[in-house]
């Protein structure tokens, strides 16, 4: 068969785009050449509709073995009794969640996509507002932190089943403690969707959210490194508390809920190429050195920040506690959508971002979100973070100077040169 000359040599073309550049998206990384192995092998032709042992086609021996250790890995990592490992994305581990416990028109709480959350937490551009009927808690005005007492109050005004906590642009930990009292008082179950601070969780770093929140779902390819990809938890089985029942009478426990949710609720084939990909990254968060990454991931974060700070950029809640910062540009005179596209001129890749109480529209924004994951696998250190931000201040004080955004491309090239990226691709 005659090679694809022309995806070929795009897939030339990104691998050159990473590594001449900074990525400073929050929500990518780099995965390890054996994750990108496992992906591209021929577990792609394999058809496992079912789970490990029940499947609905022949020959998933091989297969069973792959998603059953990704499975048992995820378990030591996270420390919980169940895992499913299917989901396609953090999108379809949410979606699976609230199919599973979920009826139409039910009420649910989330943090509002205007003050950090995500699309998929009752947003009513997607289905999780327009099945359920979506509300939301927002951060305080005066700190740019989870207003708890905000949400409590909601929460015993609108009686949601759900409450979810988790974000995409938000740079502080959960009091996850909190949020469970909250549901008890009014008889919801607790989502956590930990997709963008999981590693750091999983390192220990950060409070967990495990022993309070009936679920946890995440990605696998933010800051823990693994293939594109979503996951589902829960520390431990529990009844369903609707009485659901198996056509033989019995109480469905939650983790066939979500196994069913999951297949054949909202998928089809699982990806066992992606998910062979997810048991390898789960094995390389299992040893020591990816302990020492996060570590310096929240160090790297720390840094950043202090470097914006004392450049007097107004870094919503003063700071943070995870890989990410999100910068409010308003002192600046810049919109997002401007510092996102003149950035990406020096190839200097991050978004565009809403700030709390933002008065521009998504698509132009006050914001920028500045994350340090994939910075980080490249090798950058605490050292490095004040000449990253020297580079974008450039850039941003400056954003139609073309001379400038010449010059930081020049040496943002230069720089990255010391971290190789992918050698073995040469
Ligand atoms: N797209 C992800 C992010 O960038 O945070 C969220 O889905």
Known sequence: ???????????????????????????????????????????????????????????????????????????????????????????QANTAVQFAVLQPGDAILGLDLSMGGHLTHGSPVTYS?????AHHYGVRKEDGRVDYDALEAKAKEVKPKLIICGASAYARDWDYARIRQVADQVGALVLADIAHPAGLIAAGLLNSPFDHCHFVTSTTHKTLRGPRGGIIMMKH?????????????????????LDLAVFPGIQGGPL?????????????????????????????????????????????????????????????????????????????????????????????????????????????????????????????????NEDIIAKVRGEVNEFMQQFPLYPEMD
Request: glycine share 8%; with cysteine; charged share 25%.
């Open 237 to 257: 089985d529990f009844e369903n508390p609707w009485g659901i029942k198996t056509p033989k009478g019995e109480v469905r426990m939650m983790s066939a809920l």
């Open 129 to 133: 507002g327009k099945i359920y009927q």
């Open 272 to 400: 066992e190429h992606v998910i062979a990909a997810k048991a390898v990254s789960f094995y390389e968060i299992l040893q020591p050195e990816y302990k020492t990454y996060a570590a310096r991931m929240q160090q790297n974060a720390q840094a950043l920040a202090t470097a914006f700070i004392n450049k007097g950029y107004d870094i919503v809640s003063g700071g943070t506690d995870n890989h990410l910062l999100l910068i409010d540009l308003r002192n600046k005179g810049i919109s997002g959508k401007k510092a996102e596209n003149t950035l990406v001129k020096a190839d200097i890749t991050l978004n565009k971002n809403m700030v709390p109480f933002d008065d521009k529209s998504p698509f132009i924004t006050s914001g920028i979100r500045v994350g340090v994951p994939a910075i980080t696998t490249r090798g950058l250190k605490e050292s490095d973070m004040e000449q990253v931000a020297v580079w974008l201040d450039a850039v941003l004080m400056q954003p139609d």
């Open 1 to 91: 068969m005659q090679r694809d000359t022309q995806i070929f040599d795009l897939i030339k073309d990104e691998l050159h785009r990473q590594r001449r550049g900074l990525e400073l998206i929050a929500s990518e990384n780099f995965t390890s050449l054996q994750v990108m192995q496992a992906m591209g092998n021929v577990m792609t032709n394999k058809y496992a509709e079912g789970y490990p042992g029940k499947r609905y086609y022949g020959g998933c021996e091989v297969v069973d073995l792959s998603e059953q250790l990704a499975i048992d890995r995820a378990k030591e990592i996270f420390g919980v009794n169940y895992v499913n490992v299917q989901p396609h994305s953090g999108a």
